[in-house]
């Protein structure tokens, strides 16, 4: 089914992302960064809590969370004229087909998710590999916001105001070995908790699995989020713990991680599993390289809805090239999507 256009100037059917090309993804399973706008602490920095944001629903915020959030360093990074997508559709147009391939499914069941408590293991190529409860896990690190452009390869973006550290600050604890080449990001496997993986429809060979190569762990931009929104992170965004490329679509953003492993080849991972010829292992944002199935030239930003489908131009490397694209100088992008 197309969308259809009120009028032809507010742009072009083909503009809009058909709401066919997400039923048939489905149908597939059944600091200062430079170019960035960075600012030193805002007016509302002393306040702790949500409110910053309108229309932020309470969470229960485990205490080690609680007890960092004061130190966090608010706006590190930050994205300037373009508004923040509001808390509502950021938490109620999800993908996390653990609990659901309909996007208010993460919604409707992420609450039967556990999140308290919660370890992390760090295994493969380090020097100090464990399993670390997460309030001991989150010790080493101080919390930072980041405001940060999300675009899905199935064409829809957002603008979100995460917080958590850099990935960077986690290698530098766990000391890599000359052999690590790679990290690999485990999401837990808990079908009693998760229906979509108790369901006998789906090629998804569960746990979610994503990867990174070490250098692209290693820019700054690239962290592990706790929290959106100045709380903690809700269950259907991936709580407790979640990775962020801001570069690369969406679903290279693993949510609910339990495992991370150092490792010395290319993980295989999920949607490259299912679909290598359509997802790629690197899927940086790229407006050149169209999926298969459709353009990439351009986004729905959200909200958008039929009569302001908020549609624009995305950007290379999402608007992040000045920071990332010097990581990609000798690879060709068009085989490496
Ligand atoms: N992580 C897991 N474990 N399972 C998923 O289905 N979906 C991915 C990614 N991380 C997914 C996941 C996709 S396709 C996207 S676009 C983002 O999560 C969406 O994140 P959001 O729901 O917080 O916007």
């Known amino acids: 089914m197309l969308i259809k256009l009120p009028k032809a100037s507010d742009c072009h059917e083909s503009d809009v992302t058909p709401e066919s090309f997400y039923l048939s993804r489905r149908s597939l399973l059944g600091g200062a960064l430079a170019g ?42 930050t994205v300037t004229g373009e508004a923040i997508t509001p808390f509502k559709d950021a938490t109620h147009y999800n993908n996390f087909y653990e609990f659901g391939t309909g996007k208010g499914d993460p919604a409707t069941n992420a609450g039967s998710l556990q999140t308290e408590p919660w370890s992390v293991v760090i295994d493969g190529e380090v020097a100090k590999p ?38 960077s600050a986690l290698l530098k604890q766990v000391e890599p070995t000359s052999k690590a080449k790679y990290i690999r990001f485990e999401t837990l496997k808990d079908p009693k908790s998760m229906p979509g993986q108790r369901s006998s429809f789906g090629l998804i060979d569960w746990p979610y699995v994503e990867g990174l190569r070490l250098d692209e762990a290693m820019n700054p931009l690239a962290i592990l989020a706790v929290g ?58 790229n407006p050149t390289v169209d999926h298969p199935r459709w353009t990439q030239a351009r986004e729905r930003r959200l909200p958008s809805g039929l009569f302001s489908p908020n549609v624009r131009e995305t950007q290379m490397f999402n608007g992040y090239s000045d920071e990332v694209a010097s990581l990609y100088t000798n690879l060709d992008l068009r085989k490496n999507y």
């Open 228 to 285: 959106m929104y100045g709380r903690e992170l809700p269950n259907q965004n991936g709580a407790p713990l979640r990775l962020v490329v801001p570069w690369k679509y969406g679903f290279k953003s693993v949510k609910s991680i339990v495992r991370i492993s150092l490792v010395n080849e290319q993980p295989k991972t999920t949607w490259q599993s299912i679909a290598a010829d359509e997802y790629g292992f690197y899927a940086n944002v």
């Open 130 to 167: 464990g399993r670390y409860a997460l309030e001991d896990f989150m010790k080493p690190y101080q919390l930072e916001e980041r405001i940060y452009r999300l675009r899905c390869v199935e064409a829809w973006s957002m603008v979100i105001p995460w917080i958590g550290f850099p990935i």
């Open 36 to 77: 960035i706008a960075a600012s030193s602490l805002p007016r509302w920095a002393s306040a702790n809590d949500a409110s910053r944001y309108a229309d932020v629903e309470a969470g229960k915020a485990p205490s080690w969370f609680a007890d960092k959030l004061p130190e966090t360093k608010w706006q590190a990074v």
